[in-house]
Structure formats: structure tokens, C-alpha cells
């Protein structure tokens, strides 16, 4: 495990876990990074999605639970994340997820219901965001997500309470079966847990405002952009659900408001009924290796690029749809070899009956030669190894349903 997700790891034991899954198995080589404690069941899985619901099976027989993802993995975990806030948990489920790049999980909060602190990397602020999100599902019998920018420091080290080894598997078939009457109940009950989290993070300390200007930013703590020289800045710690009554005070104290966060917004949705927001700001620019375009999009060698930003694959079904709609007429979709084979081949396979057109680049394609035999049991043989991001160029006018093999990153 490299060192970012070890000082991370560490954090998470001293809070006294149970159980700790994580997706990196060839970093970890499927074994127990040193210093795990005995009584601690580390367990690396072959995809986020396989770790989420092995951590939640665990949740639910009363044990002290712990996920440690990328930002970019937990959306691989999708399918099992959304519907955890409303079966809920019987021990501490807490997912932390490591921001490295430009995705953020805020949007997860209002998305799926469940609660989302974030901290920024300090190794003291993200010790009370977990302690705090493990209280929290303790209490309130839900997972809880912690967001945090990679450490800034090695932690001290903390001698969490032991785990607890005792198991308590409630059977409650009111909390797991989908009829309309059980879902009612558990609606209402849900949206009553999230205005009591609310009054609580009024007073969450990690919750900070820095004095400044008559101008003001909100921003959370795990955003790189939420500084303001000059600016008022309110730094949250809790994404969602969002403290109102904090915010609203420090937006009637300011003579304009400015929300920045990551592409796809979870502050802002949050906030209703006010005039001193400047909702024509929202944060532009390039979220990957292309040049942003005047209409915000990324462009790559002429194509508008398309990211997996909806969960494995996504990039094949809003490319094909992005196609279909008109859009824009040269389309590069980019996925990675692992997420093809979680989600792409039936979004693929809606590409080809529909008759759609544009470049499918797969990074990471070590297994191309396995990728390309499902292609042709397809009937589809337009597939390409590629040198370099230069080789995009020759397929730009081809308008043709393409496949690029692309063995790193673009």
C-alpha cells in the first residue's frame, strides 16, 4: 500500500475497526499491511464495487466497518452505496475515499442520503472527521463518507479502542424488502435522521470560517480551489447535510456569495432562498490532460472528450447519447480496461444496436487481447492498439464506431 493510503489505513485503525476492505489489490497484494492489529480483518477485493458490499454484510452484523477508496472508486461502487442509507447498518460503516484528482464525492450526499464530511488532509482534522463519522453510524445506524485530500503529515499515533469481537446479525425484513409500505416508513424515518445530522453539524468543529472581506466563498475543506485572497471563506466539513442555519448567517453577514466547489454541484443545491449568491459562477476549466473549450467542455486533438464520471463505463452511454442527441459530432469516450469489463459491455453492446459512432478509447487495457475477443463475439473488429495520444489524430474524421487500446493514461 503506498504511503498516501497507508497514512489514511492508519487513521482508520486508530479508530478501532473491525473490518477494513479496500480495492487495491495489487498494491497490497491481497495481504494485511504491516501493523494491523489482531482482531482486524483487512481484506483487499478485486473492485470497489465487491469491497463496498462485502464492508456493508459486515455492517449489518454489528461490526465496526471501514472502506478505503480512491474518490474516483467509490463511483464503481454505486449500485450497493445507493441504496445503503435506506437498509442502514447495525455497526459503524464509514467509507473514506482519497481525493487525488479533479472528481468529487460531494455530489454522493444529497445524491444518495448519506451523510458526507470532508477534511483537508491535516492528519488532526481528518482523526475528528472519522471519529465523528464512525459516532455518527453508530448512532444513526447509516454509512457515513469522509472525503480528504491526501495527508499533509504523518499521524500520530493513536491507540484506538480494540475491536469489538462480538457479532449480532438482526434479521428485519421491514429494513430489506422494497414493498411500497416498508419503503414509506423507511423514507420518513430516513429524512428524519438527516434533520437531526443537520442540527448537529451546526456545531461540527470542522466547520471553519476565515475572516475576510464584504465578499464571501463557501467552500468545503477537501476543495483545492476554496481559497479567496481577500474573501470571507466558509471552509465546511459536512457536505451534506448541509448546516443551514451556519450558512445562512454567514450569507447574511456578506454582500455577495460566491459557492465553489467541484463540476457537478452539492453545496449549492443545498441552498434555497437567497439573493446574494452569485449563481453565475460556477468553476470552470479542465478536469483532465485536454484544453477546456469556451462552452466548458474538454477537448482532446479535436474530439469533446467524455469521462466516467457517473460510474464505471458511463462514458459509453454519454457518449451514445451525446451522439444521438447532436450534441457534438466528434465524440472520444474514455474508460479504462477494468471498468469495461464491470459495466461497458452492455453499454457497448446499446452502441452497436443503435448504430451509433464515435472513438472508445480504454486505458489501462493490459487485457486488450480478452477485451477484443468479447468484441468480436460481437461481430465488431475495429479495434486498435495505440502508441500515444498522437495516434487520436488519424481517427478524428473516420466517423466510425472506433476501439483504441491505450495501455496507460491519455
Known amino acids: 500500500m503506498d504511503t498516501v493510503y497507508r497514512d489514511v489505513y492508519e487513521l482508520i485503525l486508530s479508530c478501532g475497526p473491525r473490518l477494513v476492505y479496500t480495492a487495491r489489490l495489487e498494491e497490497t497484494g491481497g495481504v494485511a499491511p504491516e501493523g494491523t492489529p489482531r482482531g482486524v480483518h483487512f481484506e483487499s477485493c478485486v473492485n470497489e464495487k465487491a469491497a463496498y458490499e462485502m464492508a456493508l454484510a459486515g455492517a449489518w452484523a454489528s461490526k465496526r466497518t471501514a472502506c478505503l477508496f480512491s474518490v474516483e472508486g467509490v463511483y464503481e461502487a454505486l449500485d450497493p452505496l445507493m441504496s445503503s442509507a435506506y437498509i442502514g447498518v447495525k455497526g459503524g460503516f464509514v467509507v473514506v475515499c482519497v481525493k487525488e484528482g479533479p472528481l468529487d464525492v460531494a455530489p454522493l450526499g444529497p445524491f444518495s442520503k448519506l451523510p458526507v464530511l470532508a477534511s483537508d488532509g491535516a492528519p488532526d482534522d481528518l482523526a475528528a472527521a472519522l471519529f465523528s463519522a464512525f459516532d455518527l453510524s453508530e448512532r444513526y445506524e447509516m454509512p457515513c463518507i469522509v472525503e480528504t485530500l491526501p495527508l499533509k503529515g504523518r499521524p500520530s499515533p493513536a491507540g484506538g479502542k480494540a475491536p469489538d469481537g462480538l457479532s449480532a446479525f438482526v434479521k428485519d425484513p421491514s429494513r430489506w424488502a422494497a414493498i411500497p409500505k416498508f419503503r414509506f416508513k423507511l423514507h420518513k424515518a430516513l429524512n428524519e435522521k438527516i434533520d437531526r445530522i443537520r442540527d448537529e453539524f451546526e456545531t461540527y468543529g470542522g466547520n471553519v470560517r476565515i475572516p475576510g472581506g464584504a465578499k464571501g466563498v463557501i467552500t468545503h475543506r477537501a476543495c483545492r480551489d476554496g481559497m479567496a485572497p481577500g474573501a470571507s471563506v466558509l471552509a465546511l466539513g459536512t457536505i451534506f447535510p448541509l448546516p443551514d442555519r451556519l450558512v445562512a448567517a454567514f450569507i447574511d453577514d456578506m454582500e455577495e456569495v460566491r459557492i465553489v466547489e467541484g463540476d457537478v454541484p ?113 461481430g465488431f473488429n475495429r479495434f486498435f ?26
Open 385 to 410: 492498439r495505440m502508441k500515444g495520444a498522437a495516434d487520436l489524430a488519424r481517427y478524428a474524421d473516420g466517423g466510425e464506431l472506433t476501439v483504441l487500446f491505450c495501455e496507460g493514461d491519455l
Open 266 to 378: 452539492a453545496i449549492e443545491v443545498q441552498i434555497r432562498g437567497t439573493d446574494r449568491i452569485d449563481w453565475t459562477f460556477r468553476k470552470g476549466g479542465s478536469t483532465g490532460k485536454g484544453i477546456a473549450s469556451p462552452a466548458g467542455r474538454e477537448e482532446l486533438f479535436g474530439f469533446t472528450v467524455v469521462r466516467d464520471r457517473l460510474g464505471p463505463a458511463s462514458a459509453i452511454n454519454l457518449a451514445h447519447g451525446m451522439v444521438k442527441g447532436g450534441g457534438a459530432k466528434k465524440i472520444l469516450a474514455l474508460t479504462s480496461g477494468e471498468a469495461f469489463f464491470h459495466s461497458g459491455l452492455p453499454a457497448f453492446v446499446n452502441t452497436l444496436y443503435n448504430g451509433s459512432a464515435y472513438v472508445l478509447v480504454i486505458e489501462r487495457a493490459e487485457k486488450w487481447e480478452k477485451i477484443g475477443r468479447a468484441l468480436r463475439g460481437l
